[in-house]
């Protein structure tokens, strides 16, 4: 779907690229944005026009965040979400860390090589309450940039997040626990959610990771077992075979009927990066609900929608239904926007070079969406659309193709700290 805005740049309800070319070609509106595409109606304001309500479901993630804009219909059996817009945002959390532990490296040299006499001073550093590590605050800040943006972008009414990854409240409820927790239920997917949490995504037996579980009960419930939580671990299948109708300790492992017991600690289920960016989304003014893991797999299990990061977005919450339409996905990768450091260093933290005091070259600066037009007779001849990285011999560099000149390059999209790709996603409903 395209984005599109009235003439006061207002949001108005997104359109298919076929009417948003109509709307181009007959000169009524013109093009806002590339990526994603975005066009400005010339001749309409918001006033005149009729907004339905849109949510913006995210699904957070450690490397990569779902998201998913769909427009709400409300229908008698409760809300039938269509998906107009699916994202994948990835994240660069772990490049974040790799380089302040590089940095610490270098301080750390040189303070050994310069002021070896100074006296030590250490447990002096104070963090401020709410404190997050900068990997996580970058992935935070990532998020929160898209639910601004997309803000602007459509007449976003609510947010719904997935914050948990299991409702600890329906686990808790004595009256619910021992019953139902079948397959298909919400409370079967809860709990399955939380053991996967408990045991690390391990088959308690034979610690076999990525292959489907079963849930296994440590003393059958042939032999008086319950179906409380305390009586369930995760097994491989093979796993769950082999013991059969045996107790956990006759098949040879006692420590899994303790572990069993053990509850998981509420620190573990309270992911601090996501309770952080429910706060800071609190901050866009718009309604949010936030939800459990168990229940976006419950959801995505009964209207049969494949794994992927923007389509487990789109199950996010309380729905009816989950329409993906036929949508592509985009793929927005954080690149940061430079750094400030000006010297390149080695391995072992020694000057090798020094970067450029202006980030920009010819107007042109690293990240910008350029299309560069090179004319034969040049290395590069042909012509390159995408992210640019300046040089200061004003050979710039596109993607692998290196010695662009940048007197052939124009901008399309000025750098926003974000790349952009489109990628098909696995089967939508
Ligand atoms: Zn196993």
Request: hydrophobic share 35%.
């Given at each position: 779907m395209v984005f599109v805005l009235d003439k006061q740049k207002k949001p108005l309800m997104p359109c298919t690229p076929r009417r948003a070319r109509l709307l181009l070609t007959r000169k009524r509106a013109v093009v806002h944005r590339l990526s994603p595409f975005t066009i400005r109606l010339k001749d309409r304001s918001v006033r005149e026009s009729a907004l339905q309500p849109v949510v913006l479901k995210i699904d957070p993630g450690s490397k990569t965040t779902g998201l998913a804009l769909a427009r709400v219909e409300a229908t008698e059996e409760g809300e039938v979400h269509h998906g107009l817009h699916l994202a994948e945002l990835i994240h660069r959390g772990e490049e974040v860390r790799e380089r302040l532990r590089k940095r610490t490296g270098y301080r750390r040299r040189r303070r050994s090589a310069n002021l070896r006499y100074r006296p030590p001073r250490f447990l002096n550093r104070r963090r401020a309450p709410g404190w997050l590590p900068p990997s996580l605050r970058s992935r935070m800040g990532n998020v929160l940039t898209w639910a601004g943006r997309y803000q602007h972008w459509v007449p976003m009414v609510r947010i719904d997040v997935e914050r948990v990854k299991f409702d600890t409240m329906l686990l808790q409820n004595p009256e619910i626990a021992g019953i139902a927790y079948q397959r298909g239920e919400l409370l079967g997917w809860e709990v399955r959610s939380y053991l996967l949490e408990k045991f690390q995504r391990r088959c308690v037996y034979c610690s076999r990771e990525q292959v489907v579980f079963e849930l296994d009960h440590v003393r059958p419930r042939s032999r008086g077992g319950s179906d409380q939580v305390s009586n369930l671990v995760l097994a491989c299948h093979a796993c769950n075979e082999q013991k059969g109708n045996q107790t956990a300790a006759e098949f040879g492992h006692p420590e899994v009927e303790e572990d069993a017991r053990k509850p998981l600690k509420d620190a573990a289920a309270m992911n601090a990066t996501r309770y952080a960016l429910c706060e800071a989304l609190r901050s866009l003014d718009v309604p949010i609900t936030t939800w459990s893991g168990g229940r976006t797999r419950w959801n995505r299990d009964r209207f049969g929608v494949e794994k992927a990061h923007c389509l487990d977005a789109l199950c996010v919450g309380e729905l009816a239904r989950a329409k993906s339409g036929r949508h592509r996905t985009m793929a927005i990768t954080a690149m940061g926007r430079g750094r400030y450091s000006r010297t390149n260093v080695n391995d072992s933290g020694f000057p090798t070079g020094y970067l450029m005091r202006t980030k920009q070259i010819m107007g042109i600066k690293t990240g910008d969406r350029v299309r560069a037009v090179v004319p034969a007779g040049f290395a590069a001849h042909g012509t390159h659309t995408g992210r640019i990285a300046v040089r200061a011999n004003r050979q710039f560099r596109l993607g692998k193709v290196q010695?662009?000149?940048?007197?052939f390059c124009r901008v399309l999209q000025l750098a926003d700290g974000f790349d952009y790709a489109i990628v098909e996603t696995a089967l939508h409903v």
């Amino acid at each position: 779907m395209v984005f599109v805005l009235d003439k006061q740049k207002k949001p108005l309800m997104p359109c298919t690229p076929r009417r948003a070319r109509l709307l181009l070609t007959r000169k009524r509106a013109v093009v806002h944005r590339l990526s994603p595409f975005t066009i400005r109606l010339k001749d309409r304001s918001v006033r005149e026009s009729a907004l339905q309500p849109v949510v913006l479901k995210i699904d957070p993630g450690s490397k990569t965040t779902g998201l998913a804009l769909a427009r709400v219909e409300a229908t008698e059996e409760g809300e039938v979400h269509h998906g107009l817009h699916l994202a994948e945002l990835i994240h660069r959390g772990e490049e974040v860390r790799e380089r302040l532990r590089k940095r610490t490296g270098y301080r750390r040299r040189r303070r050994s090589a310069n002021l070896r006499y100074r006296p030590p001073r250490f447990l002096n550093r104070r963090r401020a309450p709410g404190w997050l590590p900068p990997s996580l605050r970058s992935r935070m800040g990532n998020v929160l940039t898209w639910a601004g943006r997309y803000q602007h972008w459509v007449p976003m009414v609510r947010i719904d997040v997935e914050r948990v990854k299991f409702d600890t409240m329906l686990l808790q409820n004595p009256e619910i626990a021992g019953i139902a927790y079948q397959r298909g239920e919400l409370l079967g997917w809860e709990v399955r959610s939380y053991l996967l949490e408990k045991f690390q995504r391990r088959c308690v037996y034979c610690s076999r990771e990525q292959v489907v579980f079963e849930l296994d009960h440590v003393r059958p419930r042939s032999r008086g077992g319950s179906d409380q939580v305390s009586n369930l671990v995760l097994a491989c299948h093979a796993c769950n075979e082999q013991k059969g109708n045996q107790t956990a300790a006759e098949f040879g492992h006692p420590e899994v009927e303790e572990d069993a017991r053990k509850p998981l600690k509420d620190a573990a289920a309270m992911n601090a990066t996501r309770y952080a960016l429910c706060e800071a989304l609190r901050s866009l003014d718009v309604p949010i609900t936030t939800w459990s893991g168990g229940r976006t797999r419950w959801n995505r299990d009964r209207f049969g929608v494949e794994k992927a990061h923007c389509l487990d977005a789109l199950c996010v919450g309380e729905l009816a239904r989950a329409k993906s339409g036929r949508h592509r996905t985009m793929a927005i990768t954080a690149m940061g926007r430079g750094r400030y450091s000006r010297t390149n260093v080695n391995d072992s933290g020694f000057p090798t070079g020094y970067l450029m005091r202006t980030k920009q070259i010819m107007g042109i600066k690293t990240g910008d969406r350029v299309r560069a037009v090179v004319p034969a007779g040049f290395a590069a001849h042909g012509t390159h659309t995408g992210r640019i990285a300046v040089r200061a011999n004003r050979q710039f560099r596109l993607g692998k193709v290196q010695g662009i000149p940048a007197r052939f390059c124009r901008v399309l999209q000025l750098a926003d700290g974000f790349d952009y790709a489109i990628v098909e996603t696995a089967l939508h409903v």
